[in-house]
């Protein structure tokens, strides 16, 4: 089946710093990848959509400042959250389209950011 | 805009038990339903999915049923293990989006021995 791998599995970070989560298909090429976010004990919202070499599109309420992707790759897909602080502490998953497996939603290990 | 529900919240069971969760959801223009397993700290674990010309999906101890005019999956487990203890996903994928899917809020799972 398709993988995707996302790095690192866990991150902490000093408040007003900045962290780069990484999203990479490995074995298909992923024109879309999908950020989602999951607070303790709550279900996964959808962040953004990163289509492979055009702008991301954002959900409603998501900054599009803070929290920077990048689709640079057919690949990979980069979340960059800018000057973190406390309350942006949370599990990110990404999950990438597989275009030659299209019913089926592939999902990284999900990066659990903790901002101190 | 699509909203899925999950019921109960959480389930505590005796090993052994047959057990079923519940999912529904507001719209029925769906592409397919996919039931997903998350550990405590973990990514998801794709269980199954249904198609939504489909009715139902079976793997091992596991069988998902799709019933999209009325908005509503169940997810049957046969013969509950603590193994299984988990929380269960389900999620909606719209007809007219990519992959993008639509969460519920899960059902957070515990088989005691």
Redesign the interface.
């Known amino acids: 089946g398709a993988v995707v791998s ?1 790095h690192p599995s866990w991150v902490i970070c000093k408040s007003g710093t900045s962290v780069k989560i990484e999203c990479r298909s490995l074995d298909f090429q992923a024109t ?1 990848m ?1 950020w ?1 976010r999951q607070f303790p004990k ?5 962040m953004a ?1 990163s289509n492979e070499g055009s702008k991301a599109t954002y959900e409603q309420g998501v900054e599009k400042d803070k929290f920077l992707i990048n689709h640079a790759s057919l690949t990979l897909s980069t979340l960059t959250v800018t000057s973190a602080h406390p309350e942006d502490s949370s ?1 990110y ?1 990404c ?1 990438a ?1 597989d275009p030659g497996r ?9 990066t ?1 950011l903790t901002v101190v | 805009k699509q909203e899925v529900t999950q019921i109960p919240a959480a389930l505590s069971v005796p090993e052994g038990e047959n057990l079923v969760l519940n999912c529904s959801f507001t719209d029925s223009a769906i592409y397919n339903l996919q039931w997903f397993r998350q550990d405590p700290g973990k990514g998801l674990t794709s269980l199954l999915l249904i198609q939504s010309s489909q009715r139902e999906q079976t793997s091992g101890r596991l069988n998902a049923s799709l019933d999209k005019s009325s908005g509503r999956s169940t997810l049957y487990i046969a013969a509950s293990q603590p193994g299984d203890s988990a929380t269960y996903l389900c999620a909606v994928r719209p007809h007219n989006a990519g992959n993008m899917l639509t969460f519920g809020g899960g059902t957070r799972l515990m088989v005691k021995p």
């Open positions: 996302q879309t999908f989602y709550q279900s996964l919202m959808l959509t599990f998953i999950s389209r299209d019913t089926e939603a592939f999902f990284g290990q999900g659990r």
